[in-house]
Structure formats: structure tokens, C-alpha cells
């Protein structure tokens, strides 16, 4: 009897043993395997942001309702970078030190993308670049330069040469370009004149636009007399201004350049709009919901049924990076800095733009570009780069 009773109380031990243990294993297996971003999420730009967190998530649900990967669900730790240095390095060094993320997407913004580059470097963990557009960056990473950097987004050299490739088909062989001071619309007018210049296209005249300045006619007077065939413009916050501007010069140039259409169009009057003003309008973009892919389609349509909203290019830049994260965590079949380091090198995800993600010498992937023109007044896609 007693006997009977020891074993059986051993029996029940050892099932409670063998249930707690298996308790763990489970728990262990269901550890998320972690993802780090950092963007900004407080400040005037945290709407910016948002619109990352957006394209994240909705690729995590989609990765996480198709099992996850190395049997675990993906998880993303956020770093608020508030368009600031002294707050994205160390925020930066928390995924990395306090979450062991072995990847980080980011940073949206330049200054933070430059400071956290050596951050990166140091502690031997990849960063994707999916927001942060200048060529600087690209120079900087793969051959000569830091191994554990990776731009997906195309530079505005890219940008550029699509543009001046696209105008070379059109006949264009002079230009002149104007663009608003700082950043990248100065930066692409830089690009956008050494393109003209190597396609053989004549620069007649360029033009910084002084941010908040609201009279540009005698700008518009001076690009008038070099009489160029096209206008190229990166105009920046100053598009209203210069397409109101440009109506009131009456000259009829064409407009091309890197801007938003519908701020162009919404900038000038109803009756220039109808008398056909901008018919000849065209600017190049990485990425616009109006691409006719399959894949943008799908992208656009789930977007739109979670948040109710239109995807931005940085929604679908930090998207596709977390599928493209995720991808080479499971062909590197864990989820460690340096074996994701190695994925990604010799990744060629498809991208939902068309082409893929492989990445040249300096880990720069090459995906296409969008020529938007006008169609009845509204924007269209007329051209792939």
C-alpha cells in the first residue's frame, strides 16, 4: 500500500516535472524574435514617423499571421529619435545593448542616420536605411567603407539620372533647374545638374529658392532668359510658392523635377488648371500609390484597411525593410547580427515595385522609378526607370 502509494506520488512528480519543462521549452520557442527601429516619434515630425511604425506593423502582422519566422513571431523595439542626435545614439544603443536587436531599421532622419552609423559599425549589428535618401550614405557603406550599413531607398543620384534619362528619350538637351536651399532638394539639384551634364544636356541657368520666400518672379524672369527646353525644380516646403509663381510669369516651359503633383496643381488657379498650364507637368518618385503592380495593389489595399489612410513612401520603404529583415533572418537561420549581416549581402528579395533588393559593392539596392505626368488633370504613372 505504501509502496503503491510512493510510486504513484513519484508518477505524479514526475508529470508535473516533465509539464514544467515543457512549459519552458514552449515559452522559449515563443521568444520573439526581435527587430529594432529607430524614427521619430515626438516633436513637429512625429506624424513622419508614424507613418513608419505603420508600415512595420502591418508587415509584422502580415509576417506574424503567416507563422512568424524561425517558428517564433517577429517583434519591433522602437527607439524615438526625435530628429535628434543626442537622442537617437543613445536610444540606438538601447536596442542594441538592452534588447540585443540583431537589426535595425532607420533612422528617417539624416542627422540621426550620420551619428548612428558608427554606432552601428562598433557594435558589428546591420542597419537598413530605408528613409534617409542622400548618396553620401551609399558612398559610406559596403566596399571601403562600414559593412553593416544597407540602403534600400533610392539616393537622389539615382533620382537624377532616372529624371535626365527619362527627358533624354524626350529630346530634351538643355535644362534649368531651381531648387529650395539645405537638404536633399539642394542635394538633387547638385545631381540633377552633373546627370544633364554627363547625358550631354546643357544646365542654362540654376537657381536656389530661399525658403519662406514668397516673391520668385524675378527668379523666374532670370530662368526665362536662358531659355532652357525644360524647368527641373525641387522645390521643397517652397512648392506652393513656386507653382504660383510660375503661373503668374505666364512662360510656358514644361515642368519636370522631383515635387508632389497634387501640391503643384492645388497651388495654381482653376482656370490655369483648365487652360492646360501644367499638361506637360512630370516629376519622378521612388514610390506613389498609383504604381500598377500587383504587389502595390495588395500593399495600398492593406494599408488602407488598417489605418483608413493613404500609404506614404516612407509606410512602404520601412515595409518592404521589415519583410526585407525578416527574410534574411530566416535564410540565415538565426537571428544573430553577424548571420544577418552575411543574409543580406547576398539578398534578392523581390521588390513590390518590380526588380528586387540585391545589393551592389556598397550595399546599395537599385529599385525602380515612377515618372508621374498628368491625365486629365490628375496624376498618372507614365514611365518606369
Known amino acids: 500500500m505504501l509502496a503503491a502509494t510512493f510510486r504513484e506520488n513519484a508518477m505524479i512528480r514526475t508529470a508535473v516535472l516533465l509539464t514544467g519543462l515543457l512549459g519552458i521549452t514552449s515559452a522559449v520557442a515563443a521568444e520573439p524574435v526581435k527587430i529594432g527601429i529607430t524614427t521619430i516619434l515626438s516633436g513637429p515630425f512625429a506624424d513622419r514617423g508614424q507613418s513608419e511604425q505603420y508600415g512595420a506593423q502591418l508587415a509584422l502582422d502580415q509576417i506574424n499571421q503567416a507563422g512568424g519566422v524561425l ?79 544597407f540602403k534600400t531607398i533610392p539616393s537622389e543620384v539615382d533620382i537624377a539620372r532616372g529624371l535626365i534619362h527619362f527627358l533624354a528619350g524626350k529630346h530634351v538637351t538643355s535644362v534649368a533647374i531651381a531648387a529650395e536651399s539645405g537638404g536633399f532638394p539642394q542635394a538633387g539639384a547638385i545631381a540633377l545638374a552633373k546627370a544633364a551634364d ?109 489605418y483608413g489612410l493613404m500609404p506614404t513612401q516612407r509606410s512602404f520603404f520601412v515595409y518592404e525593410a521589415t519583410w526585407l529583415a525578416v527574410d534574411a533572418i530566416r535564410r540565415a537561420g538565426i537571428d544573430e547580427p553577424a548571420a544577418v549581416e552575411k543574409a543580406l549581402k547576398t539578398t534578392a528579395m523581390p521588390s513590390r515595385l518590380g526588380g528586387n533588393y540585391a545589393p551592389d559593392a556598397h550595399n546599395h539596392a537599385h529599385t525602380p522609378l515612377f515618372v508621374v505626368g498628368l491625365d486629365a488633370g490628375k496624376p498618372k504613372v507614365i514611365a518606369t526607370e
Not at 206 to 234: F, H, N, W, Y
Not at 267 to 274: G, I, N, Q
Request: with cysteine.
Open 198 to 306: 554627363s547625358a550631354g544636356m546643357k544646365v542654362t541657368g540654376q537657381e536656389i529658392i530661399t525658403p519662406g520666400v514668397t516673391d520668385l518672379a524675378a527668379m523666374l524672369v532670370r530662368l526665362k532668359g536662358s531659355t532652357p527646353d525644360i524647368l527641373l525644380v525641387m522645390p521643397g516646403s517652397s512648392t506652393g510658392a513656386f507653382f504660383k509663381a510660375y503661373e503668374a510669369s505666364g512662360w510656358k516651359v514644361p515642368v519636370s523635377g522631383r515635387f508632389d503633383p497634387g501640391a503643384a496643381t492645388g497651388a495654381v488657379s482653376p482656370a490655369f488648371r483648365e487652360a492646360g498650364g501644367l499638361n506637360d507637368l512630370t516629376t519622378i518618385s521612388p514610390f506613389t500609390p498609383l504604381i500598377d503592380t500587383q504587389g502595390v495593389h495588395d500593399f495600398v489595399a492593406a494599408y488602407q484597411a488598417h
Open 71 to 149: 517558428g517564433r513571431p517577429v517583434e519591433a523595439f522602437y527607439a524615438d529619435n526625435a530628429c535628434k542626435p543626442e537622442i537617437g545614439v543613445p536610444g540606438t544603443k538601447r536596442l542594441i545593448e538592452q534588447q540585443h536587436v540583431p537589426v535595425i531599421i532607420g533612422a528617417l532622419c539624416t542627422p540621426v542616420t550620420h551619428a548612428i552609423e558608427p554606432v552601428m559599425q562598433a557594435a558589428k549589428v546591420p542597419l537598413l536605411i530605408a528613409t534617409s535618401a542622400g548618396q553620401d550614405f551609399v558612398d559610406a557603406s559596403g566596399v571601403g567603407g562600414n559593412d553593416y550599413l
